[in-house]
């Protein structure tokens, strides 16, 4: 399937980090254009392109940044997200390392599109290389006159500071973000007020995930129609980096256009480990629903998987193998959105310890049918009435497994054969 490298044209390209370099794949031009348009009209572009946020809501990216208040005399902020704590999750960290100028480029179309001065990038505390290339990265844009306080001489002044955060995974939510940016315990926000509104330091705000804002110069430099026009529909449009991950022979980040099936997702990446047999995969990392082998034809997009009631999340894409003990695999998502949970409420808090020990009690060979009945009545109880999305998170593998797989689960317990054999993912036999 030939596919054309938008989002990732300089990775593997010798000095992609560089303002050099990547000016001569067309970089900064879309910046100069933006720059040359009202903010209103940039706004209205990527509304039109009908690009949605690549973290995981899916939100509209267009749509938020017009919730803005145009009249306030607060200051306004651009946050980026890259925190990128899902487990199975890494693309944003290759845009980062191989191209941040692309992110700033980004940053700063996103600040003048919205009024904003200042942009936060808050990276997890982890990703200790990518917040180097990405300071690295901002000194040379300054170097160039593409920060500061005349972008490419327009007399728009914006700064981009990183922001390392501690490593939890809370801080992934967007308001648990802003809590730890300003220097307090990283925990979520009620809501109202959204952050547009009332966000870093009480000022309007908007929040945007990595792949997100690299998207938005290219819309601006080729236009809305072209965007539009990559993806199955006026709804999924766009490049879309896919993150694979699992029991795959070449595991890694591939971009496709949006909408890509699962199997051509699969025979991208060389197939199933050793040619095993495929028995269930995760479309959107750790906190979406698993899927079947039965499935493989889906598109992997928001709203097709949605109605097969998953969700394409951040893309994190994690394949299971015949070998795999579905119970075992709930079992380590569960601990670690139990460990994970900040507590400040209590269907979270109480529901993933809950979820936690009941699949423990399974896996470990000490669990009855009975256990299983427990578990459905407490994923309703975690999902859709947490603070924030954190309950649904945790809730959704435990809920897959027991549509999808519940049958087999009761005919294991029955027959008594948990816990299941532990199958080696490496042939240590054949690495030796």
Known sequence: MAVER???????????????????????????????????????????????????????????????????????????????????????????????????????????????????????????????????????????GILGDSVLGSGFRHDVYVHRGAGAYICGEETGMLESLEGKRGQPRVKPPFPAVVGAFGCPTVINNVETLCCVPHIVLRGADWFRSIGPDERNTGPKLYAISGHVERPGTYEYPIGVTFQELLDGCGGMYKGRRLKAFIPGGASAPMLRAEDREIRMDFDTLAKAGSMLGSAAVIVMDETTCVVRAALRLAKFFAHESCGQCTPCREGTNWMELILHRIESGHGTEADLDLLARVVPNVGGISLCALGDAAQGPVRSLIEKFGDEIRDNLRAGRYPLPRVPYFDLGAVA
Request: hydrophobic residues 35%.
């Open 6 to 144: 938008v989002l990732t044209r300089n990775v593997g390209r010798a000095g992609s980090r560089t303002v050099k370099v990547y000016r001569e794949s067309g970089g900064y031009e879309a910046l100069a254009k933006a720059l040359r348009l009202q903010p209103e009209e940039v706004v209205e572009e990527v509304k039109k392109s009908a690009l949605r946020g690549r973290g995981g809501a899916g939100f509209p990216c267009g749509l938020k940044w017009s919730f803005v208040p145009r009249g306030t005399d607060k200051p306004k902020y651009i946050v980026c997200n890259a925190d990128e704590s899902e487990p199975g999750t890494f693309k944003d960290r290759l845009l980062m390392e191989h191209d941040p100028q692309q992110l700033i480029e980004g940053c700063v179309i996103a600040g003048w599109a919205v009024g904003a001065n200042t942009t936060y990038i808050y990276i997890r505390g982890e990703y200790r290389f990518a917040a180097r290339v990405l300071e690295e990265a901002i000194r040379e844009a300054y170097d160039h």
